[in-house]
């Protein structure tokens, strides 16, 4: 079975400072391993990916993710935060072989100009 | 990235009617589509799977005969809502997924908030 954990219901940084949005997987075999944002009252965007090859992903708005298979983590980042970037962010995970998505809880994100 | 749209965007309805929503994929052609249904603060909790010709995969609990499924073509799947109650009223998602051979990624359409009165 594949699970998402996504350990902070919240976070909140100040604009400028660096953020990190922790998520952490669960699956029998290879992951593929995905983040996704979501302004109100809206469906998802599709930030990055990671299938195979560097452990750190670039997506869009300058966030990015480092895989990290020892401690089964996929965390999201970014160096500089912007009031903009104020949303709900979902990790989710798919394994390799199945065809179903699993999303984590979902974190919402504040940041403070 | 690929767009993925809804139609309605927001429908309220009577109980007892039902309500049609369509996802298209603008951009791509998908053969598999997804519905899912989200609770307010709450994440997303996939419904079914959606093939192009053949009968969706219906997730544990949900009933098929209320949620009715139809993937027309390589580009349309359309969720009814029939009998419409207001517990029925929610934030339905669909999503269609691009590419092949294992690295797919899944878009998602903008939501159809449903409010059943």
């Known amino acids: 079975a594949q699970s998402v954990a996504q350990p902070e219901d919240q976070v909140n940084v100040a604009e400028g400072n660096p953020l990190t949005v922790k998520c952490t997987y669960s699956?029998?075999?290879?992951?593929?391993l995905f983040w996704y944002v979501q302004y109100p009252n809206r469906g998802l965007q599709f930030l990055l990916k990671y299938i195979t090859g560097d452990n750190l992903v670039k997506g869009s708005y300058g966030f990015e993710a480092e895989f990290n298979k020892s401690q089964t983590s996929f965390h999201l980042k970014k160096p500089s935060a912007l009031v903009s970037d104020s949303a709900l962010y979902f990790c989710?995970?798919?394994?390799?072989?199945?065809?179903?998505?699993?999303f984590g809880a979902g974190t919402r994100l504040t940041v403070k100009p | 990235g690929a767009v993925v749209s809804q139609h309605p965007s927001r429908v309220i309805c009577k109980s007892g009617t039902s309500v049609k929503i369509e996802c298209r994929s603008l951009d791509f052609q998908a053969t598999t589509m997804f519905w899912y249904r989200q609770f307010p603060k709450q994440s997303l909790m996939l419904m079914a799977t959606s093939n192009e010709g053949s009968k969706a995969t219906y997730e544990q609990g949900v009933e098929k005969d209320k949620f009715l499924i139809n993937h027309a073509s390589l580009t349309l799947s359309t969720l009814t809502v029939t009998s419409a109650h207001p517990e029925d009223s929610s934030f339905y998602i669909c999503?269609?997924?691009?590419?092949?051979?294992?690295?797919?990624?899944?878009?998602f359409g903008p939501g159809t908030r449903l409010l059943v009165l």
């Open positions: 699956v029998s075999g290879n992951p593929y």
């Open positions: 989710a995970v798919r394994e390799l072989g199945n065809n179903d998505m699993r």
């Open positions: 999503s269609a997924r691009e590419g092949a051979g294992g690295q797919e990624t899944q878009y």
